[in-house]
């Protein structure tokens, strides 16, 4: 089992309950940021001396859900922090963005990196296309385009031009190229089941940020491996990230206690904005296939239910390090994945427990999903 | 826009041609398939007056006695554009057609001006998978969207016959090395146009032809095949007119004022 360090890097200092969209920015004071950002690119980095395989920087903007406005700036700074850990986007959000700026950033990235980016094209949250003004009717096919544009930019031999449905370039030829050869490895969104095919699709590896419910868990993996299948290759364990919130105390009750209040903090300060931004996308675009209707609601359904619940479904890991131990165990017996995404950082819980938190897991779940590291 | 059927009277005998339009000429070369006067061609023919020269053997003609080479297609379309054009022009290529037209910009050059090779044939490499003898596998390899060929196309007979009709010109050797040779002897600007989805011509034969070629341009098409001119028709209209009435130009954004052949014809 691999191990991904993951962090929002939530803007935390603005309590007040809102659902704005976008949230009005005279909330964000610049002097806490600058203090924030330390902290949190300090976290990330002793990700590596924990012992995490990756640490993983994503893409928000507009709300205090989170501050990587462009993750790539975290990314390159981490890499200046750090010798041997993967540096995982996850992800840019391809269908907003231009691109060959993409395929740019993400070589001097690996170039940068000595070739340890992973190469997140994802598809992102519906607030996103509120925020730069795409259509989220577009989203799939952009990124389709986009993706398959950002793999010729970077491994082509000769200049060249796209003429596309979305993107129309007359000369391409990126300076710098990837140090990955082919090219950096991917990892796509597995948030539906097209994503979840359009990713075996690519080839790429497949990953849920958070998962919502194991069987909806299950039934996106299994479209990403029949995907697969049908594109001709077998994915692996390791070709599968699930990520899963983590709060770990030596006191069972107060990594309970923690999770509690930082979901709270989290539904009712970072997420209120964008949900209602999520609700304009669901009522007047086809972003959301019936499908995914359901599963949204579903969704917001999870969000009130408690800790308890989430760690009897396997959702969330919570506890002490032995029974973090046992949760894993059984989400792993599940879904036969082989990279767990791990987020601590959720809504306003402590750094300090976090960077403890840490620690332990390293000392005390980490060695027993050894095999195969 | 209607194109009319007309015949030449070359040295090694007749060879029958389609032309439409009015304005610059240029010289169409066709693929496989034979003569089809596709959307591109029609939108080709709103500023150019287009001369579609059909390859003897091709859409039930007769072979010629002595052409049977591709620098002998080569010569016999240098003759056609003196006999019939009558002045410089640009030349269009397509798959086979493509070939033909890099033989001909190879000895004879200064009769055309700019070339755009669609999908060219001649440069796969020996590793490159065959086409399909299966008709339905044949159009999954050569189409990204089958819906999109016309209802009134040619009879699989006649297709058929086409496909087999090539093999009267070449070897069946997926490489022309010959023709590699000598592909740094063309000075003419080029476009090359390779659809993403071609299952017949791989994009490294592009590569090839980009690195050789001195002053060109590749460009791929987006969610095409072999068959970009049905497949995508729009983007393929776009590119070629630009590329056609700006030259090298074409790689600049003018916005609304540059969008090809729509700028061109309001001009």
Not at chain 1, 121 to 140: D, K, L, Q, T, W
Not at chain 1, 201 to 228: C, H, P, V, W
Request: with cysteine; net charge negative; proline share 5%.
């Amino acid at each position: 089992m691999e191990f991904a360090y993951f962090h929002l890097m939530p803007y935390t200092a603005s309590p007040e309950t809102t659902k704005d969209w976008p949230v009005p920015n005279h909330r964000f004071d610049p002097e806490i940021g600058h203090e924030l950002y330390t902290t949190y690119i300090d976290n990330m980095a002793y990700a590596e001396e924990c012992g995490f395989d990756w640490v993983g920087c994503n893409e928000h903007h507009m709300s205090p859900f989170g501050m990587m406005a462009n993750p790539n700036i975290i990314g390159a700074s981490l890499i200046q922090r750090t010798k041997k850990i993967k540096i995982a986007m996850v992800g840019n959000l391809i269908p907003l963005l231009n691109p060959l700026r993409v395929a740019e950033e993400y070589a001097m990235l690996d170039v940068l990196s000595g070739g340890r980016l992973i190469a997140g094209m994802f598809r992102g949250i519906p607030h996103e296309y509120v925020a730069y003004n795409v259509s989220p009717s577009e989203s799939y096919d952009r990124l389709l385009e986009a993706t398959q544009l950002i793999i010729k930019a970077w491994t082509e031999p000769e200049p060249f031009g796209w003429e596309g449905e979305f993107y129309q370039y007359r000369a391409v030829s990126i300076w710098p190229r990837p140090i990955q050869k082919p090219h950096p490895r991917i990892i796509m969104s597995g948030s539906s089941k097209r994503s979840a095919e359009i990713a075996g699709q690519f080839g790429a590896m497949f990953g849920i940020a958070q998962i919502k419910t194991m069987e909806n868990a299950r039934e996106l993996i299994d479209a990403y491996k029949n995907s697969a299948r049908e594109h001709g290759w077998e994915p692996k364990p390791s070709d599968i990230l699930v990520g899963l919130s983590l709060a770990i105390s030596e006191d069972a009750d107060e990594a309970k206690e923690m999770l509690t209040g930082g979901r709270k903090f989290f539904a009712e300060v970072l997420g209120g904005g964008i949900r209602t931004a999520q609700q304009l996308v669901l009522h007047k675009s086809r972003y959301y296939d019936d499908e995914m209707k359901g599963k949204f609601i579903d969704a917001r359904k999870a969000a009130m239910i408690s800790v308890d619940d989430l760690i009897e479904a396997g959702t969330a890991l919570c506890g002490t390090p032995e029974q973090v131990v046992e949760q894993l165990r059984y989400v792993e017996s599940q879904l036969g994945h082989g990279v767990t995404n791990i987020n601590m950082k959720t809504g306003n819980i402590p750094d300090e427990a976090i960077t403890a938190g840490m620690k332990m897991f390293q000392e005390r779940v980490m060695p027993a999903f050894q095999n195969g590291r | 826009m209607s194109f009319t059927e007309k015949t030449a009277s070359l040295s090694k005998g007749s060879v029958k041609y389609h032309v439409g339009g009015e304005g610059r000429p240029i010289l169409y070369l066709h693929s496989g398939g034979g003569i089809r006067v596709t959307q591109p061609v029609l939108d080709l023919a709103e500023n150019h007056t287009v001369f579609m020269m059909v390859t003897p053997g091709f859409d039930g003609t007769d072979y010629l006695d002595g052409v049977d080479t591709m620098e002998g297609m080569a010569e016999l379309a240098k003759e056609f554009i003196d006999s019939e054009i009558g002045e410089k022009c640009d030349l269009i290529g397509y798959s086979f057609g493509g070939w033909v037209a890099c033989w001909l910009a190879v000895l004879h050059g200064d009769l055309v001006d700019q070339i755009i090779l669609q999908a060219p044939a001649g440069f796969r490499g020996k590793d490159a998978p065959g086409l399909p003898t299966d008709p339905a596998e044949f159009v999954k390899v050569m189409y990204a969207h089958p819906e999109k060929i016309p209802s009134e196309d040619k009879p699989e007979d006649v297709l058929k016959h086409n496909r087999e009709a090539m093999g009267h010109y070449h070897s069946g050797a997926p490489m022309d090395n010959a023709l590699v040779a000598r592909l740094g002897e063309i000075e003419n600007l080029v476009l090359v146009v390779h659809g993403t989805e071609d299952g017949a011509i791989p994009k490294e034969s592009m590569q090839l032809l980009k690195s050789k070629l001195n002053r060109s341009h590749l460009v791929y098409v987006y969610d095409a095949a072999h068959g970009l001119e049905i497949d995508q028709p729009e983007r393929v209209s776009l590119l070629v007119n630009d590329f056609l009435a700006r030259g090298e130009g074409f790689l600049v954004n003018w916005g609304d004022e540059a969008a090809g052949f729509e700028a061109v014809s309001k001009a």
